[in-house]
């Protein structure tokens, strides 16, 4: 007669648990589980996954202590997970952080958990077909000071032009400007996803991310009867003699082939910063041509005015609320916390050396306070 369940031991027997994360934190050194902050990290990081099963997330868990550790409490554990229903608190711990984790501690066999579980996009297939046309490499330079249309919320194109767009042939040029247009491939770190440029419901730019490029499965008529010259440009127009001029090709062929010009290394919202420079005649500076960097800002709403004056009768709700509930009344932290935000908003590329000073109540939620300007 069985005294008591083991659901660990029943789970992990069975195999009853979420196969991905459960082999991601088992490449981990078992001293890393020994610390229970970050056992209660693990906790919460399951616990709000998103898109899977609380039940399984749960089982996965315990069968990841029942795995690793040697002194595994099963109700303790329980008590930890089931805990975070109630928490006010962010775990601090993420699947990238795992990720990190897993593979400075077993690089080889991370290798061969990523390889089953995030497998690479196919690499673009070499066709030994030569009736499939060679296409040109083009490239747009930008001007300083000019805005590519990706980043330009006064131009009107977005990525659903693209149904527009393939009602009939096009030449491959234009399909390469709606590719630099609208649609961007980040790195971040070799985690590599896409961009599209879209407008929420109030018109704004909407970059909506495309994690796989099997989903530009739109097909293109493309025109080969177009001969282009070196920089792009129609040089022979012979569709009218050449009947068979029209190829079909998926958008995300045509991706693949000039996806080095859409490429950037990381998203980023840069407002100031050493390649913008100031917020008035040096705005426009910053260098659109350079892919370290896919800059979500293109601008403030309203010119710089040196002689606009503030009215800051409209901040007094906010710097109330500073100086007497974060502050606990005293006009030298409301001026400090103040003057460390604009820091913050003028110079986020630079550390600022300093932190965020409170005197509020207990339970005027300053630990809260603490863990959104840490995301920030």
Known sequence: MIDELNVAQYCVSKKIYYHRLYDLCCLMKWSWFNDNNNTWNLAGMLYKK?????????????????????????????????????????????????????????PIEYNTWKAEYEPKEIKEKKD?????????????????????????????????????????????????KFIKNNIAYILQGGNGYYLTKNRDAFGE????????????????????????????????????????SIMRLPLRDAIYHYRDDITYGKVDFMPYNAKTG???????????????????????????????????????????????????????????????????????????GSCVVLEGEEGCGKNTIYEILSIV
């Open 50 to 106: 998103q898109h899977v099963d609380l039940g399984l997330m749960r089982k996965t868990y315990l069968c990841i202590l029942q795995t690793i550790t040697d002194r595994f409490d099963q109700a303790a554990a329980l008590r930890v997970f089931n805990d975070w229903e109630t928490c006010k608190y962010h775990p601090k711990l993420t699947e990238s952080h795992i990720k990190s984790i897993a593979g400075g501690t077993n």
């Open 128 to 176: 030994d077909d030569l009736t499939v046309p060679r296409f040109l490499k083009f490239h747009i330079y930008y001007e300083k000071g000019e805005l590519p249309p990706i980043f330009d919320c006064k131009n009107t194109e977005t990525y659903l032009d693209v149904i527009n767009l393939k009602k009939g042939a096009v030449a491959m040029e234009r399909l390469y």
């Open 205 to 244: 730019i909407d970059y909506v991310v495309v994690k796989d490029i099997k989903l530009f499965d739109m097909m293109f008529d493309i025109n080969n009867a177009i001969e282009l010259d070196d920089d792009g440009q129609i040089m022979t127009d012979n569709t009218e003699f050449d009947a068979d």
């Open 278 to 352: 100031a917020c008035d005649s040096q705005l426009y500076k910053f260098d659109w041509n350079s892919n370290e960097v896919f800059n979500k800002f293109n601008g403030f709403v309203h010119s710089y005015d040196p002689n606009f004056v503030v009215d800051e009768t409209k901040f007094n709700c906010f710097t109330e609320h500073i100086k007497h509930i974060w502050g606990g009344g005293r006009e030298d932290i409301l001026s400090y916390n103040v003057k460390l935000f604009a820091w913050y908003v003028q110079r986020p590329y630079e550390k600022s």
